[in-house]
């Protein structure tokens, strides 16, 4: 595979690591998608694996999805893309940890969601502030309330 602008991967002793590289905040676009999700076929292919890391570069695990790409044209891409990752995510052959520094916002936060584990520090934020735009958090709504309780998810959403 050639070389990723925005994804990198790498294998260490074992635990493979998928790292955002878009600082400072790490917006999820298109390209960091498609990326993203040749990078989670080549470490499924990985048999020496044994945890898959999801992590990124600068002070935000990810402040969400780039708005640009939510324009008429692209919107479509952005979903199917975004649901394929999370999909591989989800069905991925060995343990998944999200490492949270900074925010966790929106799709970065959904993405988070998709993982078996999420390790943050403690100053760590999750939200979801498309809701403020009357924008549904698909993901988030159905996998937020089993992890942290109704309660607290409807806190969040």
């Known amino acids: 595979m050639s070389e990723m602008q925005f994804v990198q991967w790498q294998v260490k002793e074992g635990a493979g690591y998928l790292t955002f590289k878009r600082p400072p905040v790490n917006v999820i676009n298109i390209a960091l998608l498609h ?54 995510l989800l069905d991925f052959p060995t343990p998944t940890l999200a490492a949270v520094q900074g925010h966790a916002l929106g799709g970065g936060c959904e993405l988070a969601l998709c993982c078996d584990l999420i390790v943050a520090v403690e100053s760590a934020n999750f939200g979801q502030p498309e809701i403020k735009l009357a924008v549904v958090a698909p993901i988030a709504a159905l996998r937020m309330p089993a992890l942290i309780g109704y309660r607290r998810a409807a806190e969040l959403l």
């Open 35 to 88: 990326e993203l999700l040749s990078a989670l076929e080549m470490a499924a292919k990985e048999k020496t694996l044994r945890v898959l890391v999801l992590r990124s570069e600068g002070k935000m695990f990810s402040a969400g999805v780039d708005v640009a790409d939510h324009t008429a044209d692209k919107v479509n891409e952005m979903i199917t893309l975004f649901d394929r990752v999370c999909t591989s």
